[in-house]
T-cell receptor, first 116, second 114 residues
């Protein structure tokens, strides 16, 4: 089966600009996650969707970050305006079950964002 | 609340020698635990998972981990390192009754010397 797809793979922008990332999860996976991975750290959850509804966005900086998952499939994550500290790899993951605690999350290759 | 400590930020071993990557966790509930590996410019890949069944868990590529509740540890081992094992390794905890709230450790970078 095809894996989680993300684009672009790399993005360089200047601070105060806007940027958007796209994710296509594994077909049939109801749950989708966006993580931020700063260099030298483990990934940190930004937002979790169940179908097209938000389950957890407690760590999403809502003054500048937004995400949507229209139709419960693809998702976009937007940053507006970007700050220097937003430089990171943005990972998208998906999983297939809603309530199981044993789910594997399948990760995409990530988008590496550099803010100058 | 859950947290994960990976005691070594960098481990270096020679090819053919054993690998030990240490992980300690804190969880208010009986946790599920995972190890993921991240090769450069690649996505995270699941190595193995503990889900309250057998305490010794076998994963892919010869890796295994043992869940020790008394020590709150979930160390990753491999008897003989291969050059292709060089990567970043993440220990992950999730509380059993919430399911999918992954908390990642900071990672351990494994170097394998020829």
């Amino acid at each position: 089966e095809a894996g989680v797809a993300q684009s672009p793979r790399y993005k360089i922008i200047e601070k105060r600009q806007s940027v958007a990332f796209w994710c296509n999860p594994i077909s049939g996976h109801a749950t989708l996650y966006w993580y931020q991975q700063i260099l030298g750290q483990g990934p940190k959850l930004l937002i979790q969707f169940q179908n097209n509804g938000v389950v957890d966005d407690s760590q999403l900086p809502k003054d500048r970050f937004s995400a949507e998952r229209l139709k419960g499939v693809d998702s976009t994550l937007k940053i507006q305006p970007a700050k220097l500290e937003d430089s990171a790899v943005y990972l998208c993951a998906s999983s297939s079950s809603r309530v199981s605690s044993y789910n594997e999350q399948f990760f995409g290759p990530g988008t590496r964002l550099t803010v100058l | 609340a859950q947290s994960v400590t990976q005691l070594d930020s960098h481990v270096s071993v020679s090819e053919g020698t054993p690998v030990l990557l240490r992980c300690n966790y804190s969880s208010s509930y009986s946790p599920s635990l995972f190890w993921y590996v991240q090769h450069p410019n690649k996505g995270l890949q699941l190595l193995l998972k503990y889900t309250s069944a057998a305490t010794l868990v076998k994963g892919i590529n010869g890796f295994e981990a043992e869940f020790k509740k008394s020590e709150t540890s979930f160390h990753l081992t491999k008897p003989s390192a291969h050059m292709s094992d060089a990567a970043e390794y993440f220990c992950v905890v999730t509380p059993d009754n919430y399911g999918q709230n992954f908390v990642f450790g900071p990672g351990t970078r494994l170097s394998v010397l020829p």
